[in-house]
C-alpha cells in the first residue's frame, strides 16, 4: 500500500478526548454513578420485592382494558409472565424491566424536545441529522467503551449505553411528526392569535401524537435490544443470563433467558402501541 501520507492519530485523539472528559467532569459522572445507580438499583429491588402474583395480575388486567377487553394479550401476558417466574428468572425480569424503563424514560425526555427544536430551526435540523445519523450506524458494541470510562460496571452504564443508541427514533418522529401538520391548521392557529407555546402543545403536539408515540415505540424496542449487549459490562437481567449460558455453551438455560425477553418485548410492544391507538 502506498503511503501517501502519515497517519492521522485519531485513535490517539479520542483518547486523550475521552480522558480530559473523565477527569475535568469528574464532579459529574461520580454522583450519577452513585446516586442515580443507587435509586435505579433500589428501584430494582422494590419491583424485586412485590409479590410476583401482583404483578402478574396487575399486567394481565392492564393489558384487558387497554385493548378494549380482548382476552388475547391478557392472556398472553398472564401465562408469559407466569412462565419467566415458573423457569426461576423473576429478579432477573425485574432489573431488565427496569433498565429499559430508566433508558427509555430518558431517551424520550431528551428525544422529544431535540424533535421539536429540529422541527422548528432549518439549521438544527442540519447539524443535528448527521448526529443522528451517526449514533444509529455506529455498533452498539461501541457505546460501551465511553460508558465504561464515565461510569465503570453496572446499570448506570448500561443504561447510558441505551440511552444513547435508542434516542434518535423518537428524535426523527418528533421532527417529522410536526413538519407533517397540516399547514391550514397552522395558519389558523396564527390567525387566532395563539402564542408559540399554545400552538406546539394544543395544535402541533396533539395533531402529531401518533407519529411521535411510533417514535416512543421504537425507542423502547430498541432500549430493550441493548439488554444482552449492556450486560457486557455488569448490567444485570436477562441479559446476563444469556451471556452467561453463551460463555458456558448451556443452550437450554440460554434458550430460556432469550425466550423470556423475547416475551417481555412483546408486551411492552403490544401495550405502547395499544396507547398510540387509544
Not at 443507587?38 to 385493548?67: H, K, Q
Not at 395533531?207 to 450486560?231: D, E, F, H
Given at each position: 500500500?502506498?503511503?501517501?501520507?502519515?497517519?492521522?492519530?485519531?485513535?490517539?485523539?479520542?483518547?486523550?478526548?475521552?480522558?480530559?472528559?473523565?477527569?475535568?467532569?469528574?464532579?459529574?459522572?461520580?454522583?450519577?454513578?452513585?446516586?442515580?445507580?443507587?435509586?435505579?438499583?433500589?428501584?430494582?429491588?422494590?419491583?424485586?420485592?412485590?409479590?410476583?402474583?401482583?404483578?402478574?395480575?396487575?399486567?394481565?388486567?392492564?393489558?384487558?382494558?387497554?385493548?378494549?377487553?380482548?382476552?388475547?394479550?391478557?392472556?398472553?401476558?398472564?401465562?408469559?409472565?407466569?412462565?419467566?417466574?415458573?423457569?426461576?428468572?423473576?429478579?432477573?425480569?425485574?432489573?431488565?424491566?427496569?433498565?429499559?424503563?430508566?433508558?427509555?424514560?430518558?431517551?424520550?425526555?431528551?428525544?422529544?424536545?431535540?424533535?421539536?427544536?429540529?422541527?422548528?430551526?432549518?439549521?438544527?435540523?442540519?447539524?443535528?441529522?448527521?448526529?443522528?445519523?451517526?449514533?444509529?450506524?455506529?455498533?452498539?458494541f461501541v457505546y460501551l467503551i465511553?460508558?465504561?470510562?464515565?461510569?465503570?460496571?453496572?446499570?448506570?452504564?448500561?443504561?447510558?449505553?441505551?440511552?444513547?443508541?435508542?434516542?434518535?427514533?423518537?428524535?426523527?418522529?418528533?421532527?417529522?411528526?410536526?413538519?407533517?401538520?397540516?399547514?391550514?391548521?397552522?395558519?389558523?392557529?396564527?390567525?387566532?392569535?395563539?402564542?408559540?407555546?399554545?400552538?406546539?402543545?394544543?395544535?402541533?403536539?396533539?395533531?402529531?401524537?401518533?407519529?411521535?408515540?411510533?417514535?416512543?415505540?421504537?425507542?423502547?424496542?430498541?432500549?430493550?435490544?441493548?439488554?444482552?449487549?449492556?450486560?457486557?459490562?455488569?448490567?444485570?437481567?436477562?441479559?446476563?443470563?444469556?451471556?452467561?449460558?453463551?460463555?458456558?455453551?448451556?443452550?437450554?438455560?440460554?434458550?430460556?433467558?432469550?425466550?423470556?425477553?423475547?416475551?417481555?418485548?412483546?408486551?411492552?410492544?403490544?401495550?405502547?402501541?395499544?396507547?398510540?391507538?387509544?
Amino acid at each position: 500500500m502506498l503511503d501517501f501520507a502519515p497517519r492521522i492519530p485519531v485513535a490517539d485523539w479520542i483518547n486523550s478526548l475521552t480522558g480530559w472528559m473523565k477527569d475535568t467532569f469528574q464532579f459529574i459522572f461520580d454522583p450519577i454513578k452513585e446516586d442515580f445507580g443507587n435509586f435505579v438499583e433500589m428501584t430494582a429491588d422494590g419491583l424485586s420485592a412485590i409479590p410476583p402474583i401482583i404483578i402478574i395480575l396487575l399486567v394481565a388486567v392492564l393489558a384487558f382494558f387497554i385493548t378494549g377487553k380482548k382476552i388475547g394479550l391478557a392472556a398472553f401476558s398472564l401465562v408469559g409472565l407466569w412462565f419467566i417466574y415458573n423457569q426461576g428468572l423473576w429478579e432477573e425480569l425485574m432489573y431488565t424491566f427496569t433498565l429499559v424503563l430508566f433508558a427509555s424514560l430518558i431517551s424520550i425526555i431528551i428525544g422529544v424536545p431535540v424533535g421539536i427544536w429540529m422541527s422548528k430551526s432549518k439549521w438544527a435540523q442540519t447539524i443535528i441529522t448527521p448526529i443522528l445519523d451517526f449514533m444509529q450506524t455506529m455498533p452498539a458494541f461501541v457505546y460501551l467503551i465511553p460508558a465504561v470510562v464515565f461510569f465503570g460496571i453496572g446499570m448506570v452504564p448500561g443504561i447510558f449505553a441505551s440511552v444513547v443508541f435508542a434516542t434518535p427514533p423518537v428524535v426523527r418522529f418528533t421532527n417529522l411528526g410536526i413538519r407533517q401538520v397540516s399547514n391550514e391548521l397552522v395558519e389558523a392557529a396564527d390567525a387566532f392569535g395563539t402564542t408559540g407555546p399554545q400552538k406546539l402543545f394544543k395544535v402541533e403536539l396533539p395533531m402529531a401524537r401518533k407519529t411521535i408515540m411510533a417514535g416512543v415505540n421504537q425507542t423502547i424496542m430498541l432500549s430493550l435490544s441493548m439488554v444482552v449487549i449492556a450486560s457486557m459490562i455488569g448490567a444485570p437481567g436477562l441479559g446476563d443470563k444469556v451471556l452467561t449460558a453463551l460463555q458456558r455453551s448451556q443452550e437450554g438455560p440460554g434458550f430460556v433467558s432469550g425466550f423470556a425477553i423475547v416475551i417481555l418485548a412483546i408486551i411492552i410492544d403490544r401495550v405502547s402501541q395499544k396507547f398510540n391507538k387509544a
